[in-house]
């Protein structure tokens, strides 16, 4: 039909630019990992400075959670090298969720491989009159913890970090490899008050977590989504 065909990438351009990386790392020996050790033990602190355009200082952890597999024929591993290799290179063109003053180096490294690539964001749905139902949330808005908000500005504590894993993540609550819990205490350790934004069917093996255990504030959206507003006083004293 003679229609063109564009890519369109919605992370960020760091993460394309890794992705276009997967199939280097496999062939430097990166992964697939040699055993399951390799989740703790310190394996994924290894530096991936030779990926040009990456953010200095990173590290095999701060990749797309993709490479982190035992299995040489593991199946989203395979998908998203075949994409980069043989979709990405087909398009007239790659779209990426960014701009270039924010990452002007990750942009410049995919646009060497990928000619012709475009920085289309940042994105989000703009505020239409016509269409009030459309947003750029999967999720019921809901606004009770801005009272909480406003409690620490008028305290002369304004600065909340906000935390949020989007709308399809999931998590296991325990330890290793990243749980929810091992989460929450390092949010807790960096000493600054923040406010988390909690699915209720976000954290694996425990469905309520966190409700009724932490929080200045717990806030329930429609029974689909939980905002907690969590002080550093409390949450150290809390048993996990």
Request: a negative charge.
């Amino acid at each position: 039909m003679g229609l063109a065909a564009y890519l369109f990438f919605t992370p960020s351009g760091c993460g394309f630019l890794a992705y276009l990386n997967f199939d280097q790392l496999v062939k430097r020996g990166y992964v697939p990992f040699k055993d399951e050790s390799c989740f703790s033990n310190g394996y994924l602190d290894t530096p991936v400075e030779w990926m040009d355009g990456m953010l200095p200082g990173a590290r095999l952890r701060d990749l797309p959670t993709f490479i982190r597999t035992m299995n040489a024929d593991d199946t989203k591993l395979s998908i998203n090298i075949k994409q980069c290799e043989l979709d990405a290179p087909a398009a007239d063109g790659i779209l990426l969720n960014t701009f270039d003053a924010l990452e002007r180096r990750a942009v410049e490294a995919v646009g060497a491989c990928l000619p012709n690539t475009f920085t289309v964001g940042p994105l989000g749905a703009p505020d239409l009159p016509y269409l009030p139902g459309l947003m750029s949330i999967l999720w019921r808005d809901d606004d009770r913890c801005t009272a909480w908000l406003d409690g620490h500005a008028e305290e002369g504590d304004a600065s909340v970090v906000y935390v949020n894993f989007g709308s399809i993540t999931v998590v296991t609550r325990g330890g290793g490899g990243g749980g929810g819990n091992e989460f929450a205490w390092g949010r807790a350790a960096a000493g600054c008050p923040f406010l988390w934004v909690i699915r209720l069917d976000m954290v694996r093996q425990c469905p309520n977590w966190p409700m009724g255990s932490v929080g200045d504030v717990t806030v329930d959206i429609g029974c689909e989504m939980l905002v907690v507003g969590l002080s550093i006083s409390r949450i150290c004293r809390l048993s996990v």
